[in-house]
Structures are given as structure tokens and as C-alpha cells.
């Protein structure tokens, strides 16, 4: 299959997509054209969430996000394989990196397509919280169809679903801090200076137990410094 | 829609290879070295994400613990089950409950060895030692359950050929150990937990570990 039809079937045909996968079929190919939408796909939602402040911010966000979905990969690939197996199923390793790759790529295209809209949305005046809960939702959208190709892999049977759940979860959780790591993606036009990434504050569910605080009216001593 | 074999029969891939890595380690056949070599592994696996706990509190004789509490759990209530079900007629004899032990605590393994890298990560960059214990606990909840899970349909698989009474009994009595497991990981992962990211108690935990 030439690599430029591969990013159709990607889009067009997720049980093919899943059905190589799972036979081993020319996964090589797959694995490039994967890689390569992969990459395009989060490099263009990247670029458009850097607009929000401009300059620098714009191949920065373009060049870290790309980096954030390989990582979040390669550091749950092993969760995949061993969830994938213990829960019934009899993929190699090299059929769970494919499936992987694929359903992030098919993520990745449906991301790239909500990308002009979403820069039309921020050019118009969404602001930053606005701009960020339109984020999340595109990622929602692009990540539930790109797991699509992970389920019809794992079938409809309960332990398939069990699989992709458990799957699922990891997937989201390494993402998440990954994510929160390599941040700031979308920077405010107010901040000064273009930040390649913050220092390490915590985890992700650090911020969201302190958010829980601040939600009760108990705020941290630097929260209450750093109020103007 | 991609027909996958889902049964601990399922040895072959689709591609017609021979079974995986993984599903040779989760084997239940083989002669009795292959079933301690499964052992070995599965909790050597476990040891691994047991040290990427400790990578930041440097407790590393605390990480020996996750393999033997593996191991307790996996084993304590085993003789009971088998003398239950021998008592309902069931064909389940010890070495087939061993090999059911092995099983859990090899697929417990695995799971743990894949999450390790995931857990690892939050592990480096957490700064609060509530939110490590709680990623722990979570991580070792569903290692836990899903060896639990292949254990028990190890075990239930002895009676498939049985009456409904034997059937019944063989159900509650999986169902009790489970209950039993649960609560000895319970028991331990208190002390273990709080002792694999350096302190002494979970209370002491809880007090200066948070956010």
C-alpha cells in the first residue's frame, strides 16, 4: 500500500488499519505513514495553540507537542503489551506498537482538521480559558476516533472492552503529565518572555489536589503571595 | 471486525507465529522448572516496578517487599480453595492449583513490569508523596486484579464439567478467596507503601506527604 493512500485508510477504513495490525500485514509501511501523520498532525495543533501569544510561542508549541504524544508512546507501549495480553488477547509486541501508532495518527489527522477552526475561534477573541477547554474538547474528538481502531481490534467482547479501558486509562494518565511537563502550550499574549518549558511543579494530579484546595477556599501561601 | 481469540487457549497469533512472549509467560502448561522460571520472571517484573517506586525515597530494600507481597497474596489462600474444592469433587488437584498461583502472580508481574515506565514518570516528577502512593495504589490495584482475574478463571476452569452444586461452590469459594487476597493486599500495601517511599507509617505518610 503507498503511503499516500495509507493516511486514507487511516481516516477511511479503521478495521483494515486494525485488521493488519493484528496480522502482522506490512506493518513497516504503517509504521512510517503513522509516524509521519503523527507528527504533522500534532506539529499543526501545536502551531495553532502557540498563536495565542504569537512569536516564538508558535514553532515551539509546533515542535513540543509531536514530542509529548512520541513519549507518552514509548512510555506506554509496555503497559499496552502487558494489559493487552493479561487481559486475553495474543498480540506481539510489534502488533501493539502498530495499533498504537495508528489509532494516535488517526487522532492526529482528526486534530489537524479542527485545527483552522480552532485558530479561527482564538483569532476572533476566544480567550485563554475558552481557547483552552476548545483544546480539550478537539483532543476528546480526535482521541475518541482514534481509539476507535484500538476497539475493533479488541472486538466487542467484554474482556476487548475491559482491554481498551484499562488501556485507555494508562494512555490518558501518561499523557496528561507528559503534557504538564512540556508545558506552556498556550501562553498568554501578556507574558513576557516565550518559556520553553516551566520547572517541574509537580505532577498533574498534583495541580488538580491543589485546585481542589483552592476550590474550598484553602489556598496555598505561594497562591496567596502571587495574587496581585 | 477483527475475530481475536480470547481464551487462555489462544496460543497462536494470528500471523501464525507461535505464542508471544508474553503468552508463553502465562502459560499454564509446561513441566515444573518452566512453572518456577514463570515465577521468577513474574516476580522479577514485579521487583522492577517496585524499584521505579523507590527511585526518589531510595528505600530499595523496601522494593523487595512488592515481589513477596505478590507472593502472599497469591499463595496464602490457595490451600483452602483446593481443600474446598477437592471437598466439592471437584478434578482440581494441588499441582493445578499451583499452576493457577503461578499464573496470577505471572500475569500480576507483567502488568506491574508494563506499568513500570508510566509509573516511574509520575514517581521523578511528583513532589508530593500523597499523589505517589495514590499512583502506586492504583497501579498495583490493577496488576492486582487482573492476575486475580486470570487466577480465579484458571481455577473455575477445574469445574466446567461439573454439576451446578460443585459449580456454586466453586464460584463461592473463588469468590471468598478474592475477598481474602484483597484484604491481605490491603494489610500489607499499608505498611509497604508508605515504607517503599521512605516513611515509616501511612498516618506519617498522609500527614507530610501532601500537596
Known amino acids: 500500500m503507498r503511503a499516500d493512500s495509507e493516511w486514507v485508510a487511516l481516516l477511511r477504513d479503521p478495521a483494515a488499519i486494525a485488521a493488519r495490525c493484528v496480522e502482522e500485514r506490512d506493518l513497516g509501511s504503517l509504521a512510517r505513514s503513522s509516524t509521519a501523520c503523527l507528527v504533522i498532525g500534532a506539529c499543526v495543533l501545536g502551531g495553532v495553540l502557540g498563536t495565542f501569544r504569537g512569536g516564538a510561542q508558535i514553532p515551539l508549541a509546533a515542535a513540543k507537542l509531536p514530542l509529548v504524544l512520541l513519549a507518552t508512546l514509548s512510555l506506554s507501549a509496555p503497559a499496552f503489551y502487558a494489559l493487552a495480553n493479561a487481559l486475553g488477547t495474543s498480540w506481539s509486541f510489534r502488533t501493539v506498537v502498530a495499533l498504537s501508532l495508528a489509532a494516535s495518527a488517526r487522532a492526529a489527522l482528526v486534530l489537524a482538521a479542527l485545527a483552522p477552526p480552532l485558530w479561527l475561534a482564538m483569532d476572533l477573541g476566544l480567550g485563554y480559558h475558552g481557547s483552552t477547554l476548545a483544546a480539550v474538547i478537539a483532543v476528546a474528538i480526535g482521541g475518541a476516533l482514534g481509539v476507535s481502531i484500538l476497539l475493533r481490534a479488541l472486538g466487542g467482547t467484554l474482556a476487548g472492552l475491559t482491554s481498551g479501558l484499562a488501556c485507555g486509562a494508562v494512555f490518558l494518565a501518561v499523557l496528561a503529565q507528559t503534557a504538564w ?21 509537580g505532577t498533574f494530579l498534583d495541580s488538580v489536589a491543589l485546585s481542589l484546595q483552592s476550590a474550598r477556599g484553602v489556598y496555598a501561601e505561594d497562591e496567596v503571595s502571587e495574587a496581585p | 471486525m477483527v475475530e481475536i481469540e480470547m481464551t487462555t487457549d489462544a496460543m497462536e497469533t494470528d500471523a501464525g507465529r507461535g505464542p508471544g512472549w508474553a503468552r508463553r509467560l502465562m502459560s499454564l502448561d509446561g513441566d515444573d522448572l518452566a512453572i518456577a522460571r514463570r515465577l521468577g520472571v513474574g516476580l522479577g517484573l514485579s521487583w522492577v516496578f517496585a524499584a521505579s ?27 483452602s480453595v483446593v481443600i474446598g474444592l477437592v471437598l466439592s469433587r471437584s478434578e482440581l488437584d494441588a499441582r493445578d492449583a499451583a499452576r493457577a498461583a503461578v499464573h496470577g502472580i505471572a500475569t500480576s508481574g507483567l502488568v506491574l513490569g508494563g506499568l513500570a515506565p508510566a509509573t516511574l514518570l509520575y514517581v521523578a516528577s511528583s513532589t508530593s508523596d500523597l499523589i505517589r502512593f495514590l499512583v502506586l495504589t492504583a497501579s498495583l490495584s490493577l496488576g492486582g486484579l487482573v492476575g486475580l482475574g486470570r487466577m480465579a478463571h484458571a481455577l473455575l476452569a477445574s469445574v466446567e464439567g461439573g ?9 463461592a469459594l473463588v469468590l471468598g478467596f478474592a475477598a481474602f487476597s484483597g484484604l491481605l493486599a ?16 501511612l498516618t506519617q505518610l498522609v500527614l507530610e506527604g501532601g500537596v
Open chain 1, 181 to 201: 511537563i512540556a508545558r506552556p502550550f498556550l501562553l498568554r499574549p501578556r507574558a513576557g518572555n516565550v518559556v520553553i518549558v516551566r520547572s517541574l511543579e
Open chain 2, 53 to 79: 517506586a523507590a527511585v526518589v525515597s531510595e528505600a530499595w530494600a523496601a522494593t523487595l517487599g512488592v515481589p513477596l507481597m505478590l507472593t502472599l497474596v497469591g499463595t496464602l489462600g490457595v490451600p
Open chain 2, 163 to 171: 454439576g451446578p452444586r460443585e459449580r456454586i461452590t466453586a464460584y
Open chain 2, 186 to 201: 490491603l494489610r500489607l500495601w499499608s505498611s509497604l507503601g508508605p515504607a517503599l517511599l521512605g516513611h515509616d507509617t
